[in-house]
T-cell receptor, first 118, second 111 residues
Framework: GAVVSQHPSRVICKSGTSVKIECRSLDFQATTMFWYRQFPKQSLMLMATSNEGSKATYEQGVEKDKFLINHASLTLSTLTVTSAHPEDSSFYIC??????????????FGEGSRLTVL | GQQVMQIPQYQHVQEGEDFTTYCNSSTTLSNIQWYKQRPGGHPVFLIQLVKSGEVKKQKRLTFQFGEAKKNSSLHITATQTTDVGTYFCAGRSGGSYIPTFGRGTSLIVHP
């Protein structure tokens, strides 16, 4: 099956610093990746859709200057939380869908990254 | 915009009892997917339903897609402790390729 690797799995940072989270599709190409935020015992909140070679599409209420998304290749998308504050502490998960004719609509999720901002 | 409502939010069952979670969409769906997220883990794809009235089974799990393609259910027969986790439905409508996730139902199975 398709594998999506997300790194780091856990990160603790000081308030005001920036944190980069990587999402890689290991054995397939993904022109589209999604970034979610999940609060404890709650659902997946879609933050943005990351498109290879173009700007990300952000959901309403998500600050694009706060959460920078880059999808520079068909297998890698990154989310950078800039000037992180304690309220940004959360579980961030990415997902990817196969490109083109191999796409069945199924989403493959990364393992998630738990961010703690002190 | 499209909304997907999922109930119940939590369900406690004794091992061996059945379990059902329901999803309802405000719009007609082109398809619906189901995912399972174990505690501390990430969502894993279970199945996708596309046809009106479709029923699919995976061992003790039965998935249904309503005739109007606006609702779906997941039923687990004779739950086991390994079934513990949160089950999410995710529906797509129109030409959108972005699924909208329900809130999820957390299943707790007591041995």
């Amino acid at each position: 099956g398709a594998v999506v690797s997300q790194h780091p799995s856990r990160v603790i940072c000081k308030s005001g610093t920036s944190v980069k989270i990587e999402c890689r599709s290991l054995d397939f190409q993904a022109t589209t990746m999604f970034w979610y935020r999940q609060f404890p015992k709650q659902s997946l909140m879609l933050m943005a859709t990351s498109n290879e070679g173009s700007k990300a599409t952000y959901e309403q209420g998500v600050e694009k200057d706060k959460f920078l998304i880059n999808h520079a290749s068909l297998t890698l998308s990154t989310l950078t939380v800039t000037s992180a504050h304690p309220e940004d502490s959360s579980f961030y998960i990415c997902s990817a869908r196969r490109s083109g004719g191999e796409n069945t609509g199924e989403l493959f999720f990364g393992e998630g990254s738990r961010l703690t901002v002190l | 915009g499209q909304q997907v409502m999922q109930i119940p939010q939590y369900q406690h069952v004794q091992e061996g009892e059945d379990f059902t979670t329901y999803c309802n969409s405000s719009t007609t769906l082109s398809n619906i997917q189901w995912y399972k997220q174990r505690p501390g883990g990430h969502p894993v794809f279970l199945i996708q339903l596309v046809k009106s009235g479709e029923v699919k089974k995976q061992k003790r799990l039965t998935f249904q897609f309503g005739e109007a393609k606006k609702n779906s259910s997941l039923h687990i027969t004779a739950t086991q402790t390994t079934d513990v986790g949160t089950y999410f439905c995710a529906g797509r409508s129109g030409g959108s390729y972005i699924p909208t996730f329900g809130r999820g139902t957390s299943l707790i199975v007591h041995p």
